[in-house]
């Protein structure tokens, strides 16, 4: 399809395991963002990339969280050592050129950790 | 500082009826305002924008309407459908690359 597909849909870890979360951004998308929902609430910035660079990760709660886009297209969350808070959904949004108001979303990843 | 709330939790309409979601913000620096849907297990969907400089703008059945007096935003929806039953958050632009301010959410439910 022609949308931002993430993997895996959902994720359940053992607190102290580490994980990679996957976001396909649309083909030629220049913007791609982080976003962390926790359960009935709104999402919550991350970290934001232009094409392969990083230029805002202020959202990122912990050194144990990391993220990278190295080629400029897919982008991997990965979180180090999972504590229970880091349960939530993860989601991807990307959007075609810096600072387009419409950003498209994937259909996130839900991450449980036990 | 940066912040985005809702008026109400939770809306619930007849089908047919119109919808009116209200929102309030704070950063009076923003330059555009947007509106996404998020149904259940799915990521959230942009519905309509507006621009700082703009009062109101009309897309298909929404309308948004922007009163940078009192700093309140709504979303009108006409016609609501069961389609429409979602959560629904205003949003805000503070920056030069699209980073989004959301609030709690607005969880529609339209009845058949």
């Known amino acids: 399809g022609a949308g931002v597909s993430q993997s895996p849909r959902y994720k359940v870890a053992k607190r102290g395991q580490d994980v990679a979360l996957r976001c396909d951004p649309i083909s030629g998308h220049v913007s791609l963002f982080w976003y962390q929902q926790a359960l009935g609430q709104g999402p919550e910035f991350l970290t934001y990339f232009q094409n392969e660079a990083q230029l805002d990760k202020s959202g990122l709660p912990s050194d144990r969280f990391f993220a990278e886009r190295p080629e400029g297209s897919v982008s991997t969350l990965k979180i180090q050592r999972t504590q229970q808070e880091d349960s939530a959904v993860y989601l991807c949004?990307?959007?075609?050129?810096?600072?387009?108001?419409?950003?498209?979303f994937g259909q996130g990843t839900r991450l449980t950790v036990v | 500082g940066e912040s985005v709330g809702l008026h109400l939790p939770t809306l619930s309409v007849q089908e047919g009826d119109n919808s009116i979601i209200n929102c309030a913000y704070s950063n009076s620096a923003s330059d555009y305002f947007i509106w996404y849907k998020q149904e259940s297990g799915k990521g959230p969907q942009f519905i309509i924008d507006i621009r700082s400089n703009m009062d109101k703008r009309q897309g298909q059945r929404v309308t948004v309407l922007l009163n940078k007096t009192v700093k309140h935003l709504s979303l009108q929806i006409a016609a609501t459908q069961p389609g429409d039953s979602a959560v629904y958050f205003c949003t805000h632009g503070g920056t030069s690359y699209g980073k989004l301010t959301f609030g709690q959410g607005t969880i529609l439910t339209v009845h058949p």
């Open positions: 949004a990307s959007s075609i050129y810096r600072a387009n108001t419409e950003a498209f």
